[in-house]
């Protein structure tokens, strides 16, 4: 399956360079390849590929040459069906990337088929004696509503995959981790493969803080990448600077995003009552004053 949907990947951002497209590779579509060779770490949705807002209309020109298209696949009907126009019209209206575009192909290999009969849900489906496997690629314009994306091609670098160019270090440690964290908190995420692709990227050692740091300033990310940060550092001690723990940290004073650790429902378990914060909190000492009262 990932061999399938990587070569996929590779066409895409062979032909975009070509048509004079500038591909920014990230997320697991980077990560695995990297960090994992040769094999993948679960069924992968899709690919994310960040373009330039000016060059879209190319991009979609480019991606329709190549067969894909906005559709989902008829469970039903067991067929491809196109989205609906106004569907298409509403992602694209409320998101910064494109409805993803998608391409099957059908197979008989046994085990694809056996994988397909077990799970048969996106990304491959069962189809009788056949297995339909369907690449989609997330093409964005940016990666956050709040972020200015040229400065994500200002610090590019050429992709691992050999083709195209990718995010530096520094820059999928900070939108791994705190898109991460969003998901886990708002939309009950629960899958712990962001951390198996960032985690060695922080490990290689060729993360620049400097950048993490300004970063977490800039946007405001505190929270939302501070506590995910501080796990990741647990597990690599002395690899993330005290200094860029205590920047992410402080980089905001609200606490509209503090959503805590998160770690119960990545880990599954029950959060003890935290007593310390009776000892710690000025505020929850003063209430048991007012109620001893």
Same mark, same amino acid.
């Given at each position: 399956?990932? &061999?399938?949907?990587?070569s996929?990947?590779?066409?895409?951002?062979?032909?975009?360079?070509?048509a %004079?497209?500038?591909?920014?590779?990230?997320?697991?579509g980077?990560l695995?390849?990297? +960090?994992?060779?040769g094999?993948?770490?679960?069924?992968?949705?899709?690919a994310?590929?960040?373009?330039?807002?000016?060059?879209?209309?190319?991009?979609? /020109?480019?991606?329709?040459? !190549? %067969?894909?298209?906005h /559709?989902?696949f =008829?469970?039903s009907r067991?067929?491809?069906?196109?989205?609906?126009?106004r569907?298409?019209a509403?992602?694209?209206?409320h +998101?910064?990337?494109?409805a993803?575009?998608v391409?099957?192909v059908?197979?008989? =290999?046994?085990v694809?088929?056996?994988?397909a009969r077990a799970?048969?849900?996106?990304?491959?489906?069962?189809?009788a004696e056949?297995?339909?496997?369907?690449? /989609?690629?997330?093409?964005h +314009? &940016?990666?956050?509503l709040?972020?200015d994306?040229?400065?994500?091609f200002?610090?590019?670098v050429?992709?691992?995959?050999?083709k195209g160019?990718?995010?530096?270090s *520094?820059?999928?440690?900070?939108?791994?981790?705190?898109r991460?964290? &969003?998901?886990?908190?708002?939309? %009950?995420?629960?899958?712990?493969?962001?951390? *198996?692709?960032t985690?060695?990227?922080? /490990?290689?050692?060729t993360?620049?803080w =400097?950048?993490?740091?300004?970063v977490?300033?800039?946007?405001?990310?505190?929270?939302?990448?501070?506590?995910f940060?501080?796990?990741?550092d647990?597990?690599l001690?002395?690899?993330?600077?005290? *200094?860029?723990?205590?920047?992410?940290?402080?980089?905001?004073?609200?606490?509209v995003?503090?959503?805590?650790?998160q !770690?119960?429902?990545?880990f =599954?378990?029950?959060?003890?009552?935290?007593?310390?914060?009776f000892?710690?909190?000025?505020r929850?000492?003063?209430?048991? &004053?007012?109620s *001893?009262?």
């Open positions: 399956m990932w &061999n399938h949907q990587l996929e990947l590779m066409q895409v951002i062979e032909s975009l360079s070509s %004079g497209v500038r591909t920014l590779t990230f997320k697991g980077e695995i390849p990297r +960090h994992f060779p094999h993948s770490i679960g069924l992968v949705a899709d994310d590929v960040l373009v330039e807002r000016g060059q879209i209309e190319t991009v979609k /020109a480019v991606m329709y040459g !190549l %067969g894909f298209r /559709a989902t =008829d469970v067991g067929v491809m069906r196109d989205r609906d126009l569907d298409v509403k992602i694209e209206l +998101h910064y990337e494109l993803p575009f391409k099957s059908e197979t008989t =290999d046994p694809v088929v056996a994988l799970h048969d849900a996106h990304p491959v489906y069962s189809l056949r297995a339909v496997l369907v690449t /989609a690629i997330d093409i +314009h &940016n990666v956050a709040d972020a994306p040229s400065m994500l200002e610090r590019a050429p992709s691992s995959l050999g160019e990718t995010l530096s *520094a820059d999928h440690v900070w939108l791994n981790l705190s991460y964290y &969003n998901e886990v908190a708002i939309h %009950g995420g629960t899958s712990l493969r962001p951390f *198996a692709y985690i060695p990227e922080m /490990a290689a050692g993360v620049d =400097d950048v993490v740091e300004q977490a300033h800039d946007l405001e990310l505190g929270s939302t990448l501070s506590y940060l501080r796990f990741c647990q597990l001690p002395g690899r993330i600077p005290a *200094a860029t723990l205590q920047a992410v940290h402080d980089s905001t004073a609200s606490r995003r503090d959503w805590g650790w !770690l119960a429902k990545l =599954d378990f029950e959060e003890r009552f935290p007593a310390y914060a000892e710690k909190s000025e929850t000492a003063g209430l048991l &004053n007012v *001893a009262q």
